[in-house]
Nanobody
Framework: QVQLVESGGGLVQPGGSLRLSCVSS????????MGWYRQAPGKQREMVAR???????NYADSVKGRFTISRDNAKNTVYLQMNSLKPEDTAVYTC?????????WGQGTQVTVSS
């Protein structure tokens, strides 16, 4: 069983930055994709960013230009660099990974953007 563990969340003021990390218990070299999703209270979960095995990335329109997803295969880790944070970015951010038929989710890390 693959385990995904997120870290890096916290409280930040508007305009600030955070870097989220997701460490996989298994190699990520052969993933179909890894990504970050978020869910705010009272709202549905939405895709924030994904990075595919080929290196192609997808971003939600609301974060494009502010967030960057990347990975370090040697460390089995995917990152989400979050810049110019806005209050509407407040949510629980969860790491997701797909290996062929298998899909895994982390426990989530809270990001709160507030003055």
């Amino acid at each position: 069983q693959v385990q995904l563990v997120e870290s890096g969340g916290g409280l930040v003021q508007p305009g600030g930055s955070l870097r989220l990390s997701c460490v996989s218990s298994d190699t990520i070299n052969s993933i179909s994709y890894m990504g970050w999703y978020r869910q705010a209270p009272g709202k549905q979960r939405e895709m924030v960013a994904r990075i595919f095995n080929s290196g192609i990335t997808n971003y939600a329109d609301s974060v494009k230009g502010r967030f960057t997803i990347s990975r370090d295969n040697a460390k089995n880790t995917v990152y989400l660099q979050m810049n110019s944070l806005k209050p509407e970015d407040t949510a629980v951010y969860t790491c997701n990974a797909v290996w062929g038929f298998y899909t895994y989710w982390g426990q989530g890390t809270q990001v709160t953007v507030s003055s």
